[in-house]
């Protein structure tokens, strides 16, 4: 996964003609007036036309229909063949979405050979199937009825060279989940995946980009704020990990919260938080990904039932877990990317009830948080608990992407300056050692 930069870095919107895109969807672009390109077409064109996978957040109404089909048949336009079955898949959770786009499909494909067909529910079953058998090279389509067509002996999506999810957090709120995995199964192994959805702080749509999409390129359109605005931000300045073990606890003595969570990147973190905070006779309970089903499922049962509140955990452990009244989130250390934070803060706040989220930072920490919030285009609020302040105030420069200055080179100048460690030339190979025989196995 990459985080792409976010939109504030973007040059100024281009012409559509600067995608170079096939003459037939040049024309059509021009008959149906479209000029310039919206953000989202504007970013998403060219990765998706790069034949990389991608998830983006983006709102209905900010032109993804076209940031998605105008790519994708280019390369079905470019690389002609027209006896190769269905080569684009569209899922999308309604039918009115799906005619949408089936038009919109249309009027880009107007004067090709090329065919694109709708597959909804409550339209003529028979004839469906006929579209999924006569090389139709755009099928758009619901899952569920796509779903009963496939489970008749048709095997149209070997081909397929790109799988499209539309408005994915709409399917799976919808209960589609299952019905698209099984379908992507159907579908050939090297295919590019693209996943829109309107919101990227929906738990199911991570976990089905980590499944469908593997490596992607990542475009998040929404701000944080738009995402999650009942979630407040923080972050506390620390000097190092025995600093940010007293911070923790008091967070968690001080803090008015029903149930917490708080996140380490490693399980051997993880495990050593948790004593100390139970020594303070705080209800706390460790989780991670190398414990067994069984142990799991009891520390669930136990963080679920409220006889613990506190759960200690790495973001393996955590992924999709949905439990209420989680209001406070702590990161014990900053995430690795941007993707793991909205992972992170989407176990609280969930149903809109408020949320805090505080990450504690060090020096060594601050360029990856700087580049978290401009990836999610938010500055955190600065907090500062006067009774543990810490030297450590903030970097005193920084550049304009809010990272420290110079902060690279400084490592390479500490790295060259590490003491040289004189190698004799005989030590580098077994010059002038003796040989020693292998001992003889013992005879039976
Ligand atoms: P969508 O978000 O794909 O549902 O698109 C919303 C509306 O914006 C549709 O009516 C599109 O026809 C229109 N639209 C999409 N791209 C552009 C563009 N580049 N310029 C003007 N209108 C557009």
């Known amino acids: 996964m990459t985080d792409t930069l976010p939109t504030e870095q973007a040059p100024a919107l281009a012409d559509f003609s600067s995608f170079n895109l096939h003459s037939l969807l040049g024309q059509a672009l021009a008959k149906n007036g479209f000029e310039k390109p919206t953000q989202v077409q504007q970013r998403a064109i060219p990765t998706i036309l790069a034949r990389q996978n991608l998830l983006v957040s983006a709102k209905t109404g900010s032109g993804k229909t076209l940031a998605f089909l105008l790519p994708t048949l280019h390369h079905l336009l470019v690389n002609a063949n027209y006896y190769a079955g269905t080569r684009a898949l569209v899922l999308v959770p309604t039918r009115e979405l799906g005619q ?58 070997e081909n397929l060279e790109t799988l499209i ?30 996943l829109f959805s309107a919101t990227l702080t929906h738990a199911g749509v991570l976990k089905m980009a980590d499944k469908l999409l593997k490596r992607f390129e990542l475009i998040a359109l929404n701000t944080l704020r738009d995402e999650l605005p009942h979630i407040a931000q923080q972050i506390v300045l620390t000097d190092d990990t025995a600093h940010k073990q007293k911070v923790l606890a008091w967070l968690l003595e001080n ?66 877990l949905d ?90 100048a500490k790295k060259e300056k590490a003491p040289k460690v004189k190698v004799r030339h005989r030590d580098q190979k077994n010059i002038g050692k003796r040989r020693v025989p292998k001992a003889k196995a013992p005879e039976a």
């Not at 949408?100 to 004839?127: V, W």
């Not at 050593?272 to 069984?294: F, N, S, T, W, Y």
């Open 100 to 157: 949408q786009i089936y038009l919109q499909c249309q009027q880009l494909l107007e004067g090709s050979p090329l065919k694109a067909g709708l597959i909804t529910g409550g339209e003529d079953f028979k004839k469906q199937q006929t579209l999924l058998r006569r090389n139709t090279a755009v099928i758009i389509a619901t899952p569920g009825r796509l779903l009963e067509l496939l489970t008749l002996d048709v095997a149209p999506f």
């Open 255 to 320: 803090e008015t919260y029903t149930k917490a969570i708080v996140f380490s990147n490693s399980r051997l973190q993880a495990s050593a938080l948790c004593d100390p905070l139970r020594d303070k006779g705080l209800r706390a309970i460790v989780l991670h990904g190398e414990m067994d089903q069984k142990e799991r499922q009891r520390v669930m049962k136990l963080f679920r039932d409220g006889v613990v509140n506190i759960l200690v955990a790495t973001d393996l452990a955590a992924r999709g």
């Open 165 to 194: 999810l539309d408005e994915a957090d709409r399917m799976l709120d919808m209960g589609f989940s299952e019905d698209v995995l099984t379908i992507a199964k159907h579908c050939n192994e090297q295919r590019q995946s693209l």
């Open 323 to 412: 439990i209420k009244e989680i209001n406070l989130v702590i990161n014990f250390e900053v995430p690795r990317n941007g993707i793991n934070y909205l992972h992170r803060i989407g176990r609280t706040g969930r149903s809109d009830e408020t949320g805090l989220t505080i990450t504690l930072v060090k020096h060594t920490e601050w360029n990856l948080m700087a580049s978290i919030e401009r990836f999610l285009r938010q500055n955190f609020i600065r907090r500062k608990i006067d009774e543990l302040a810490g030297k450590f105030q903030g970097p005193k420069k920084l550049k304009a992407s809010g990272k420290t200055v110079g902060g690279k080179k400084k490592v390479e």
